[in-house]
């Protein structure tokens, strides 16, 4: 049998829904703009029956009893965000890169006036004057004057390039500190969803924390193998793959190494200059040897100067193949023709080395460079481009549409209407069996 209060439970159980999914159509109004939110929904199903038996014969039916909140479901889509993370990832890695590349071009100067490449030209040139001129005091000191002008383009390159490795550095810090703190909010996230599996407001934080997480690391069996941090690292890897390069060249320049070319070893322009004669002659009428143009503390540009005695006196440059023939300029000329000579140049970080002059040698590592910064920046707006899309339906899955909640909102007014409406009638009636009857 039914209670004869039962009309009363039916309609508070409709009012308590029919709220439920009004408050919650307020909360989605409120918080259209916040990031991260998911929209939420007020899922309802019908109360269990009770049975209810005809006056009349022996069988029964079943009598409803209203209805009730099933849960309170956030919208959202693992699948997208699975997708958005993973992209994110991608694109936190590359455009680190790609800024890397952009400094490091930058830095080089290249083309230009200022970069390397044109004080090598200037520095050749210098060479092929004094090997037309070799008892020209005035072209000796152009020599000492592009050397120098090489030598400090090639050191400020160089030391932009530790610069931007320190740089660097401190960023991998930074970010690896920001990956904790991510990560111990997100640990801290998941305790308190614990222990209410329904929390979706803060379930909605945890993932706002993990789309953060997936622009700074991604990881694979350990390995750190996507975002910022994995950018920073093939960053640091890059310029000092540069600056190896870089090294490499002038310690190939001024020592020389084995060659491919036809004549096997070829010196360097140290060796070549002390195998000539300079201006200075000796108490007996001969020339005296010449001496080297750089000075060497270590393998690195940073050990690398100009030799003082040269620089304080151009004479002492070894121009002449001959100790007793001034105008002779053989040994310039085997210097200026160094700009052609063919050497094997390894390739810092590859198993790949190129086999080219030294010109050659600068040119294909400033066209690598700038070849990567394009490729860089074609993979960066491609995973921005494909980003922005699933972010797009993301926000169709999660994201609040205030017409689609304003038309809730009139839809569970309505049946809140209704309830009440239908409760006021219930307590009519009741009224009538209560202070009517039995009269």
């Known amino acids: 049998m039914t209670s004869t209060f039962h009309g009363l439970e039916v309609g508070k159980r409709s009012l308590y829904t029919q709220q439920a999914a009004l408050t919650t ?25 009770i049975t209810y038996p005809y006056q009349t014969g022996s069988t029964s039916s079943q009598l409803g009893t209203g ?6 479901e956030r919208i959202r889509s693992e699948y997208l965000d699975g997708q958005y993370r993973e992209r994110n990832s991608m694109l936190g890695s590359e455009s680190m890169k790609l800024d890397t590349l952009e400094q490091i071009e930058a ?21 092929e004057d004094l090997a037309s001129n070799p008892d020209s005091t005035a072209a000796r000191a152009v020599v000492v004057g592009r050397a120098e002008e090489l030598l400090d383009q090639a050191k400020s390159f160089n030391k932009g390039l530790t610069s931007l490795t320190d740089s660097l550095v401190k960023q991998e810090a930074a970010v690896q500190n920001e990956i904790s703190s991510i990560s111990s909010q997100i640990e801290s996230l998941n305790k308190q969803i614990s222990k209410d599996g329904n929390a979706n407001d803060l379930m909605d934080r945890r993932d706002l924390l993990k789309d953060q997480l997936s622009g ?17 690292q093939e960053s640091i890897t890059l310029t000092k793959n540069m ?6 060249m002038f310690n190939t320049l001024i020592s020389g ?44 540009l940073e050990g690398i100067s100009i030799n003082n005695d040269v620089k304080a006196n151009p004479s002492t440059i070894g121009a002449s193949s001959k100790n007793d023939t001034i105008s002779n300029g053989d040994i310039a000329s085997s210097i200026s023709d160094l700009k052609n000579k063919t050497f094997t140049f390894p390739l810092a970080g590859s198993t790949d080395s190129v086999t080219t002059n030294v010109n050659d040698y600068y040119s294909t590592l400033i066209t690598r460079l700038a070849s990567n910064a394009q490729s860089s920046e074609r993979t960066v707006s491609n995973h921005e481009s494909v980003l922005q ?6 926000m169709s899955v999660s994201g609040v549409s205030l017409d689609e909640e304003m038309a ?32």
Do not use: C
């Open 25 to 49: 159509a307020g909360h989605n109004i409120s918080n259209a703009n916040t990031p991260g939110y998911s929209r939420q929904r007020v899922n309802m199903q019908a109360t269990s029956p």
């Open 216 to 232: 700074l690391v991604r990881t694979a069996d350990g390995e750190v193998v996507g975002g910022k941090l994995k950018g920073i």
């Open 107 to 127: 830095l080089s100067g290249e083309p230009g006036e200022n970069g390397l490449s044109a004080s090598l030209d200037r520095f050749w040139s210098a060479w």
């Open 243 to 248: 600056q190896s390069d870089l090294n490499e």
């Open 67 to 72: 209805v009730s909140v099933q849960s309170i």
């Open 408 to 439: 809730n909102l009139v839809q569970f007014q309505h049946a809140y209407n209704a309830a009440a409406r239908y409760i006021s009638t219930t307590d009519e009636i009741l009224d009538v069996i209560i202070n009517r009857m039995g009269v």
């Open 389 to 394: 899309s699933i972010d797009n339906n993301r």
């Open 257 to 300: 190494k084995d060659a491919t070319s036809p004549g096997g070893e070829v010196g360097g322009l140290n060796d070549l200059m002390e195998s000539g004669f300079s201006l200075i002659r000796n108490a007996d009428g001969t020339m005296q040897q010449g001496k080297p143009l750089f000075t060497t503390a270590g393998n690195g």
